[in-house]
């Protein structure tokens, strides 16, 4: 892993169509909204069949149905897809691209040019950028969406959306209540394609039909590995495991060929549950040391230094039933007050906790978007929902939107403001 400390140098560039790659046959051309950043020529998403699924369902405003329509093709069939990481050269290119995109997006000027294997669409009438895979090779890489223009310095991430029912239409809501500079969602699932460890508890998502995502899943704080605070995972995640994995699976782990010993059916099993381990290591994008998703997190921040971020994930209400959610920080400039107090007072029917001061489990301790935010001098916000609060937040779109809103305080004080509307960066 590089270190934080390097400087990537750039130069921003207009991408002409055929150097902007496009996902699936559903992208075009099409002439730039009236006072959008982008010139015509660069690839842009038109629209797709009707969201559909439970999470498609909670999107309520114009934003939200807009960009979950555009995320929604490159999540689906993430439930059962095994995520792979980088490798170094990989890695830094799409470092590369994803800060210049970011940087792009603040000065309004035309978006850079995607590396192999990624494309960058612009949501039609919409300052909206998405940065993707191109459909060539499904890798579990992020999507990130960035806003161009003026926007809060904020990052919106949500790492397991197909874990964590809800998760998903909350960082919509937040992004766009917001007006926040980037969103970052996973599109594959934490457990890579394999059966969830035994000692993850139930969580329905609902099954996977034409356009949704589901099967059975979890969120227990148990299996997180994240309860104690101790480092320790379950499976897979944090740098011990993410070695070990690069070791036992070949290509980083990601499925490479792993040959059992012993040969026969020994073997086979042997090697099937190596490939499997491997594949852990690094599909939960919020504890592995490499990822595509914590290259994205690591090149916003170069992009914006000092941005704050905010990480939204799920627990089972078993796993602290005292709770309606879980909130901790770290980082430069870290106040979790400042998401405390308006939490509390619109989640009225439940204890919003701050970790460790009242509650010892659910932390984030082991979460490495946290300690890049810690090294690079950003504060970061780690929020843990419990069913019932993410339920409701589903069900009641007064209640997300007030949820949604109370966010703000994260970036109290950010950027250089705006006449209109306060933490607001031109």
Same mark, same amino acid.
């Given at each position: 892993?590089?270190?934080?400390?390097?400087?990537?140098?750039?130069?921003?560039?207009?991408?002409?169509?055929?150097?902007?790659?496009?996902?699936?046959?559903?992208?075009?051309?099409?002439?730039?909204?009236?006072?959008?950043?982008?010139?015509?020529?660069?690839?842009?998403?038109?629209?797709?069949?009707?969201?559909?699924?439970?999470?498609?369902?909670?999107?309520?405003?114009?934003?939200?149905?807009?960009?979950?329509?555009?995320?929604?093709?490159?999540?689906?069939?993430?439930?059962?897809?095994?995520?792979?990481?980088?490798?170094?050269?990989?890695?830094?290119?799409?470092?590369?691209?994803?800060?210049?995109?970011?940087?792009?997006?603040?000065?309004?000027?035309?978006?850079?040019?995607?590396?192999?294997?990624?494309?960058?669409?612009?949501?039609?009438?919409?300052?909206?950028?998405?940065?993707?895979?191109?459909?060539?090779?499904?890798?579990?890489?992020?999507?990130?969406?960035?806003?161009?223009?003026?926007?809060?310095?904020?990052?919106?991430?949500?790492?397991?959306?197909?874990?964590?029912?809800?998760?998903?239409?909350?960082?919509?809501?937040?992004?766009?209540?917001?007006?926040?500079?980037?969103?970052?969602?996973?599109?594959?699932?934490?457990?890579?394609?394999?059966?969830?460890?035994?000692?993850?508890?139930?969580?329905? *998502?609902? /099954?996977?039909? !034409? @356009? +949704?995502?589901? $099967? =059975?899943?979890?969120?227990?704080?148990? #299996?997180? %590995?994240? &309860?104690?605070?101790?480092?320790?995972?379950?499976?897979?995640?944090?740098?011990?495991?993410? *070695?070990? /994995?690069?070791? !036992? @699976? +070949?290509?980083? $782990? =990601?499925?490479?060929?792993?040959?059992? #010993?012993? %040969?026969? &059916?020994?073997?086979?099993?042997?090697?099937?549950?190596?490939?499997?381990?491997?594949?852990?290591?690094? /599909?939960?994008? !919020?504890?592995?040391?490499?990822?595509?998703?914590?290259?994205?997190?690591? #090149?916003?921040?170069?992009?914006?230094?000092?941005?704050?971020?905010?990480?939204?994930?799920?627990?089972?209400?078993?796993?602290?039933?005292?709770? !309606?959610?879980?909130?901790?920080?770290?980082?430069?400039?870290?106040?979790?007050?400042?998401?405390?107090?308006?939490?509390?007072?619109?989640?009225?029917?439940?204890?919003?906790?701050?970790?460790?001061?009242?509650?010892?489990?659910?932390?984030?301790?082991?979460?490495?978007?946290?300690?890049?935010?810690?090294?690079?001098?950003?504060?970061?916000?780690?929020?843990?929902?419990?069913?019932?609060?993410?339920?409701?937040?589903?069900?009641?779109?007064?209640?997300?939107?007030?949820?949604?809103?109370?966010?703000?305080?994260?970036?109290?004080?950010?950027?250089?403001?705006?006449?209109?509307?306060?933490?607001?960066?031109?």
């Amino acid at each position: 892993m590089k270190s934080a400390g390097y400087v990537v140098l750039f130069t921003i560039a207009g991408c002409s169509q055929g150097v902007c790659r496009s996902v699936g046959s559903a992208l075009g051309t099409a002439p730039s909204p009236a006072g959008s950043a982008v010139p015509t020529g660069v690839a842009t998403a038109t629209a797709t069949a009707e969201p559909t699924g439970v999470e498609a369902q909670a999107a309520d405003s114009g934003e939200q149905r807009a960009l979950d329509e555009q995320i929604a093709p490159l999540r689906k069939g993430g439930r059962h897809l095994i995520a792979e990481p980088p490798d170094d050269a990989e890695e830094e290119a799409y470092v590369a691209w994803v800060a210049a995109a970011g940087l792009a997006a603040q000065n309004r000027q035309p978006p850079p040019a995607a590396p192999p294997g990624f494309a960058l669409r612009v949501v039609p009438g919409r300052d909206l950028w998405v940065l993707s895979e191109d459909g060539s090779r499904r890798r579990g890489a992020a999507a990130v969406v960035l806003r161009a223009g003026a926007a809060a310095p904020l990052i919106v991430e949500a790492p397991h959306t197909f874990f964590d029912r809800g998760t998903l239409p909350v960082a919509l809501a937040v992004f766009e209540a917001q007006r926040a500079r980037a969103l970052v969602v996973n599109t594959s699932h934490r457990y890579g394609g394999g059966p969830k460890p035994s000692n993850a508890a139930g969580d329905d *998502e609902g /099954a996977e039909g !034409a @356009g +949704g995502e589901g $099967g =059975a899943g979890a969120d227990d704080g148990a #299996a997180k %590995g994240e &309860a104690t605070g101790s480092g320790a995972r379950a499976i897979g995640g944090g740098r011990a495991g993410a *070695e070990g /994995a690069t070791g !036992a @699976g +070949g290509n980083h $782990g =990601a499925g490479g060929g792993v040959q059992g #010993a012993g %040969g026969g &059916a020994r073997g086979d099993i042997r090697a099937a549950r190596e490939r499997l381990v491997a594949s852990l290591a690094f /599909a939960d994008v !919020a504890h592995a040391e490499r990822s595509f998703f914590l290259s994205a997190h690591r #090149a916003l921040l170069q992009s914006c230094p000092g941005m704050p971020a905010v990480q939204l994930h799920g627990f089972q209400d078993s796993s602290a039933p005292d709770a !309606a959610a879980i909130a901790s920080a770290v980082g430069h400039d870290a106040d979790l007050e400042r998401l405390l107090a308006p939490l509390r007072s619109v989640v009225s029917d439940g204890k919003v906790l701050a970790y460790p001061a009242e509650i010892n489990k659910l932390g984030g301790a082991t979460n490495v978007q946290a300690r890049w935010s810690r090294q690079m001098g950003a504060p970061f916000y780690h929020l843990e929902l419990s069913r019932a609060l993410r339920d409701k937040l589903m069900e009641d779109e007064d209640f997300r939107r007030r949820f949604a809103a109370a966010f703000a305080g994260l970036i109290a004080g950010k950027g250089q403001g705006n006449p209109t509307r306060p933490g607001l960066t031109p």
